[in-house]
């Protein structure tokens, strides 16, 4: 086939390429469509996600869930419908109690499987796979694709649907942003999300590799940013788990932020208080109040960082340790970029304001969720967005 022959190119074979693409080929209109991917094996990011159970999207499908500019149109697109993106897949999907919706195989890697046979039995016209895309032209409404430095091929559409800068292992470092900027796209500040946190270990030095369950409040100057509840697991740079990554969403552009742990959210402080007390009765040592309570360096920690024996000291560093946050540990650890191709320079359609037929999905864009489902409904619902756009057009 001759090189300048397809009707649309996307550039990035991740969960937001894949969804565009099969999108379109199930259109029936016999698209001829080109998938460039910088990574030897399509949906290589997507096969990772929820610890390789794939999570991919949330019942909880709200507004606030999510971070960064046009919050009414990522509403409109990733919010309509929990189960728009999980459809593609054409399994029998769960959810669990925190509304994170999976395949009932818990398996990623099948889901792509899935899209990739989608993309052979609907006729895809063109994959090229372990190339990185390094310059796009455009000219008399054909945009031109090169690839280390050799043309790819020619469309008068292109998505973009290149991902952010985090987990660079997956061919996602942050150069691809230079597609957009070179025509005349503006970014938002870059920060990595959904990442573990550098804080300061003064009080954890003795905690490395402990897990506790607590509730987890980040405050700024004074102001709550965000609460979340969930596992807190001890470093020796700071913290991680479950309950971190969620809350790191809200912190990761922030300065002077601090997180305030709360160990045995669901006890009553009079009942903590009333176990202590009854132990310095009976002569315990002061360092042992808290033993079977909570893990015992944790409730060593707590006591000395009380300062004394009082039980109502102790419960007030109980139900608010405070770490200061000094960090994350960057894009290479983060699972999502915050920030990206401002949204005010898209159409609601997703099409570039600057650049007619210039479509942009997923990562790319000033959008970021919480952890639990959403990066993954946008990356599908806003592919498939622009998949819709381009075939009204065509």
Not at 318 to 344: E, S
Request: hydrophobic share 40%.
């Amino acid at each position: 086939m001759n090189c300048t022959d397809f009707d649309v190119i996307v550039v990035g074979g991740g969960a937001a390429g894949l969804a565009c693409a099969v999108k379109m080929l199930k259109s029936g209109k016999n698209l001829k469509i080109c998938l460039v991917d910088a990574g030897e094996r399509l949906g290589k990011k997507l096969a990772a996600t929820g610890n390789g159970q794939g999570n991919i999207s949330n019942t909880d499908m709200a507004p606030s869930r999510y971070h960064g500019g046009n919050a009414s149109l990522v509403e409109k697109i990733a919010c309509a419908d929990a189960y728009a993106g999980a459809r593609l897949f054409d399994c029998i999907l769960c959810s669990d109690e925190k509304g994170r919706i999976y395949p009932a195989g818990r398996q990623a890697s099948a889901l792509v499987d899935s899209l990739i046979f989608s993309l052979k039995t609907l006729g895809l016209t063109a994959c090229v796979s372990g190339v990185k895309v390094d310059k796009i032209t455009q000219s008399d409404g054909i945009f031109t694709v090169y690839a280390d430095n050799r043309m790819v091929g020619r469309a008068g559409y292109l998505a973009l649907c290149t991902g952010g800068k985090a987990q660079k292992q997956f061919r996602t470092d942050g150069s691809s942003y230079t597609l957009a900027t070179a025509f005349g796209h503006t970014l938002t500040a870059l920060y990595p999300s959904l990442v573990q946190l550098k804080t300061d270990t003064k009080h954890i030095k003795a905690l490395k590799g402990i897990r506790a369950d607590c509730a987890v409040s980040a405050i700024c100057n004074g102001n709550t940013l965000a609460k979340t509840r969930g596992d807190v697991i001890f470093t020796d740079y700071g913290v991680s788990g479950n309950a971190v990554f969620s809350i790191s969403s809200y912190v990761t552009d922030k300065q002077n932020v601090t997180l305030s742990l709360e160990f045995l959210p669901d006890v009553k402080a009079e009942d903590i208080e009333a176990s202590i007390s009854a132990r310095q009765r009976g002569g315990w040592d002061t360092g042992e109040l808290l033993s079977g309570t909570l893990h015992n360096q944790v409730g060593r920690a707590v006591i000395k960082r009380a300062g004394n024996s009082s039980p109502k000291e102790i419960i007030k560093v109980l139900k608010n340790f405070t770490l200061d946050v000094t960090g994350t540990l960057g894009f290479d650890y983060a699972q999502v970029t915050k920030g990206g191709v401002k949204m005010g320079e898209v159409t609601d359609e997703l099409e570039s304001r600057l650049v007619k037929n210039l479509f942009f999905a997923g990562e790319i864009l000033d959008v970021d969720g919480d952890c639990g489902g959403y990066n993954l409904q946008w990356a599908f619902t806003s592919g498939m967005a622009v998949a819709d756009a381009v075939l009204k057009r065509l």
